[in-house]
């Protein structure tokens, strides 16, 4: 039976998840969306279900997370782990409040922590404030997101107004005076009638204490990083099945090609690093709103004409002042949506006529709309591009497999797509 069940709130996050428990010494499937079918689950310690909820309505949001949370139950997790993004990415309504709050209230559960800190992606919470790359949240990029700007660091502001529950802190000295004190801590927020705790957390050792004091909690919600104190926890407990091989997955084979719909900063600085070794094709937002199918068509086509033995390069990514223009021109979620629906159309293509056989994605949404167009249900989780983002190959289907990297924006190294075949040798 597996130990945890877990939701992701996008794509890329919960591949993030999934690397993370793997690396902890946790086998793990992940699925694509609340399974519909039998999937090869076999003798997973964990489980990630994949949803792409971050941003829609908060009530679409809670539904689809409670049917992930019934399909959990059912195959018998006993711990629940919400996952959101380290930069704890929501609307101006939600949805991490309101999906905590349902989750709670579905498990008869009256606490939980919320820690999106992941110290090894420079992502940690100290005194509430979360900091991204060592600067405050609202000074790193993420101010100008998207779908989902940040434009606060205090976790505690912005979590409140998106749950009912008292939200509290769990500051760093309680987790530095050890395990005990943290559950001690636990016991007063509780007593108090908190209902949600802020986790500080600077580096894993934090997460390990926090894994600790959690593993009596029905549920968790963070980012990635406290999958490691969590599997860390069960290893002491001599809990997992044999996790030898958890990360294996079929040689690569086929053409390769990168699609990127981030505009994080990291993926604009990936971009110009590969743009310097591949051939690569602009998507222009504004000109994709203008033109649609024809556009795509000729990115489809352009692509067809390259060298085979060289990845290509198909990017809608912007800088923020571009991504402001089109958005004023024609509206955020409208520029989004088509964005997300033309590389997904590319990938299709890509991949069922141009024998693209591996393939890298950038963007959490991006990834969401490029896994639906490629009708895959579940992910077996390989080895480590970077922290986060794992090599991985779609769980059943004849032939050869795709290889496949859902890519977070904001993570990886500047070489990211240029190293990331040699990964996969
Ligand atoms: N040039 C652009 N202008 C406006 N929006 C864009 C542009 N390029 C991509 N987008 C949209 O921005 C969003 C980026 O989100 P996402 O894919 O989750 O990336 P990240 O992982 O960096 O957050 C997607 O909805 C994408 O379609
Ligand atoms: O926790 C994280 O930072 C990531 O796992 C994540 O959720 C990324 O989301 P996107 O930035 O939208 O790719």
């Known amino acids: 039976m597996p130990l945890l069940g877990c939701i992701a709130d996008d794509f890329t996050g919960a591949t993030d998840l999934a690397s993370m428990l793997v690396r902890g010494g946790a086998r793990t499937v992940q699925t694509i969306g609340v399974p519909d079918r039998p999937l090869p689950t076999g003798d997973a310690d964990a489980l990630v279900v994949a949803l792409k909820s971050r941003t829609l309505p908060a009530e679409e949001a809670v539904a689809q997370s409670l049917a992930a949370l019934a399909w959990l139950r059912s195959q018998g997790c006993r711990q629940f782990y919400f996952k959101y993004c380290s930069t704890f ?14 989750l709670l209230e579905a498990l008869g559960s009256r606490f939980t922590v919320a820690c999106p800190a992941f110290p090894e992606n420079r992502r940690s919470v100290f005194n509430g404030y979360l900091f991204a790359n060592d600067v405050l949240l609202n000074e790193s990029g993420m101010q100008d997101h998207p779908l989902t700007p940040m434009r606060d660091a205090n976790l505690l502001r912005v979590l409140q107004p998106q ?3 008292p939200v509290g802190l769990i500051d760093y000295r309680s987790l530095r005076a050890g395990v005990e004190a943290t559950r001690a801590r636990i016991a007063e927020l509780t007593t108090e009638g908190v209902g949600i705790a802020i986790c500080d957390a600077i580096d894993n050792s934090d997460l390990e204490v926090l894994g600790k004091a959690c593993l009596d909690l029905p549920l968790v919600t963070a980012g990635s990083g406290l999958a490691l104190g969590l599997a860390s926890a069960w290893r002491e407990q001599g809990v997992l ?10 040689p690569p084979h086929g053409r390769r090609a990168i699609l990127s719909g981030s505009c994080s900063k990291a ?13 690569s094709f602009r998507l222009e937002a504004g000109e994709l709103m203008a033109r649609g199918g024809a556009l795509v068509e000729e990115a489809i086509a352009w692509a067809a004409r390259q060298d085979a033995a060289t ?6 990514s912007s800088s923020p002042e571009e991504v ?3 958005q004023e021109q024609f509206g955020t979620q409208q520029v989004g949506e088509r964005v997300e629906q033309a590389l997904a159309s590319i990938a299709r ?6 024998d693209v056989g591996q393939l890298l994605v950038a963007g959490g949404e991006t990834s969401g709309a490029v896994v639906g167009a490629l009708d895959i249900a579940g992910l077996r989780i390989g080895p480590s591009i970077d922290p986060g983002v794992p090599w991985t190959q779609p769980l059943s289907g ?9 890519k977070s924006g904001n993570f990886g190294s500047i070489d990211f797509m240029v190293k990331a075949w040699g990964m996969l040798a």
């Open 241 to 250: 099945s044999s996790a030898a091989s958890a990360d294996r997955l079929a």
């Open 267 to 279: 993926t604009l600085a990936q971009i110009a690093e590969a743009k310097a070794h591949y051939p």
């Open 324 to 326: 402001r223009k089109v």
């Open 311 to 316: 990845p290509v390069l198909i990017y809608a």
């Open 349 to 354: 293509t890509l991949v069922q006529e141009q």
């Open 163 to 165: 749950t009912r529950r």
């Open 89 to 102: 990415d929501s609307t101006a309504d939600g949805n991490i409040g309101p999906v905590s709050d349902a």
């Open 398 to 406: 004849g032939g050869r497999p795709l290889s496949l990297a859902l």
